[in-house]
């Protein structure tokens, strides 16, 4: 059992909360980084993963938290925080995988990055298990946690949910008792440049270029057989309302002309999944971990596959949902489920041991989890205060001989001599040799900045559900962190 905070003796610790995804990722973060700050007083910078290592030491933090470093430039990252003394935390933002190596990739087994990791917190068992096979890690630094983000689908955080008549207006949708089917996209890549995927595939992340271009295939393949049959769905049933909710990674530029197509078609892009799956009827998707999410809502979920894939989705996951080969299939189970056909007993069996095995469970605490493991690594006498007093000597001696190598660049001189920012590239021919589209049409950048107004807003919201639930005697000021060794904090 944690000690409440008026009961430590160390100084507050500063923390770097990297998120690498803001529509994605922010809620559940900015939930671990509340309760870092209102229940052990710590100072959390939340803000969107820094792309360059002297990020790490301007910030001069205690420990900094990443998602993945089965990619060179996070891998980076860590070491160098590793090497100034910064704890190295790894909390994953993704976890359905094909394969059970990706999850040792993901806590650097190609990068070599597994020995700068303090503590690895993992969705579940299963995604532990496959670190531990690896050898990627000790047992005593890999945590079973939870998804923060999967909190917020908890009944306590139900209240944040937007209510469905405001939400359906939001997206163009006049009617809210009309039925809403909604379609989550999940082909991140297939529409950028090949070559350029593959080379950054070699370079950043060691993956083989023969698997790249099998996934680059398969989401082409995805995307065309969905994108018709969505057009077909909607041009038979113009009573039907389909959203296209497009992956925060993936480009909305292929989906432009499908709303064109037919007006009960509605796209949707920039924003949390969340209010989306609670407010459809029925889901469509492929081996999307959006697929689980809405089996938390205990909604029908539809695994779309048409077409030949490379990849296959992991059997236990397609268990869960209704599979469909086939329009006529598809149109069939959706009117079914419209009509009041509930999950079959099988398939809400198979969604529960799956949640439980694969994500720890759902029930809104594993942002409290992560939290106190992430304090424990920073306390005494994992941590000191004469750490962070040599970390942040150690920060501040290496930003300056960062500084006086970047001044000394000859390309750096060319560009103070001329007035011209350090942060332009002049390399022009790189767009050119790329030949890509303008990303999202140029309507919104997918990396958008995280202001330190988007977390004071988050913490607000957050405050009126802690306060409601200690009003009613349904939480307290400590919390029990279970670990995946079988230890207590």
Same mark, same amino acid.
């Given at each position: 059992?944690? !000690?409440?905070? $008026? ?28 309760? +870092? ?44 925080? @590793? ?14 995988? *094909? @394969? ?14 597994? $020995?700068? =990791? ?25 945590? $079973? ?9 908890? *009944? ?92 925060? +990674? ?10 064109? %197509? ?68 598809? *149109? ?61 000597? #150690? #920060? ?8 006086? !190598? ?19 590239? +002049? ?17 919104? $950048? ?18 009126? =559900? ?21 230890? %207590?904090?």
């Amino acid at each position: 059992m944690l !000690a409440p905070r $008026s009961a430590r003796t160390h100084r507050p610790r500063r923390i770097l909360l990297g998120v690498p995804v803001k529509t994605r990722d922010l809620d559940g973060h900015a939930l671990v980084a509340y309760h +870092l700050t209102r229940r052990y007083g710590h100072e959390v910078l939340v803000q969107t993963l820094p792309d360059t290592e002297v990020a790490v030491l301007e910030h001069a933090c205690d420990a900094i938290v990443l998602d993945y470093l089965g990619w060179e430039p996070r891998a980076q990252q860590a070491r160098l925080a @590793k090497a100034i003394g910064m704890k190295v935390i790894v909390l994953p933002t993704a976890g359905l995988y *094909e @394969k059970r190596e990706d999850h040792a990739r993901s806590a650097g087994k190609d990068t070599g990055a597994g $020995s700068s =990791i303090d503590c690895y917190l993992t969705w579940g068992d299963d995604a532990r298990d496959a670190v531990l096979a690896y050898g990627v890690l000790p047992p005593e630094r890999i945590h $079973s946690a939870g998804c923060p983000r999967f909190d917020l689908y908890h *009944e306590s955080y139900r209240s944040l949910l937007q209510p469905r008549a405001d939400f359906l207006r939001r997206h163009g949708i006049d009617d809210p008792g009309a039925p809403v089917v909604l379609w989550a996209t999940s082909t991140n890549h297939f529409m950028r440049n090949h070559r350029t995927l593959e080379r950054a595939g070699r370079a950043l992340g060691r993956i083989p270029a023969a698997e790249t271009r099998a996934q680059i295939e398969d989401e082409r393949t995805q995307f065309t057989e969905h994108s018709r049959l969505v057009l077909a769905l909607a041009t038979r049933h113009p009573e039907w309302s389909i959203i296209i909710k497009v992956h925060p +990674l993936e480009w909305i530029n292929p989906y432009l002309s499908l709303p064109e %197509q037919a007006p009960n078609i509605h796209l949707a892009f920039n924003a949390p999944i969340r209010d989306f799956l609670a407010h459809c009827d029925v889901l469509l998707q492929r081996g999307c971990t959006t697929a689980t999410e809405a089996w938390m809502l205990g909604k029908p979920v539809l695994e779309l596959a048409m077409g030949r894939y490379h990849g296959a989705t992991p059997v236990e996951h397609v268990r869960g949902n209704h599979v469909v080969t086939s329009l006529e299939e598809t *149109e069939e189970a959706i009117g079914c489920y419209l009509a009041g056909m509930p999950v079959s007993a099988e398939r809400q069996r198979a969604r529960d041991a799956y949640l439980t095995h694969m994500y720890n469970g759902i029930d809104g605490r594993a942002s409290e989890r992560c939290a106190a493991l992430i304090d424990r690594v920073l306390s005494p006498p994992a941590y000191s205060d004469a750490d962070q007093a040599s970390v942040r000597a #150690a #920060a501040r001696a290496a930003l300056a001989h960062w500084k006086r !190598a970047e001044d000394a660049r000859i390309v750096n001189r060319f560009k103070d001599a001329f007035g011209i920012s350090r942060r332009r590239s +002049l390399r022009f021919w790189r767009p050119w040799l790329r030949r890509e589209a303008r990303p999202n049409a140029g309507r919104f $950048s997918a990396k958008p900045a995280i202001t330190p107004d988007d977390v004071s807003e988050l913490y607000q919201r957050y405050d009126r =559900i802690h306060i409601t639930a200690r009003a009613a005697g349904r939480c307290s000021d400590t919390v029990t962190a279970q670990h995946g060794s079988g230890e %207590q904090a």
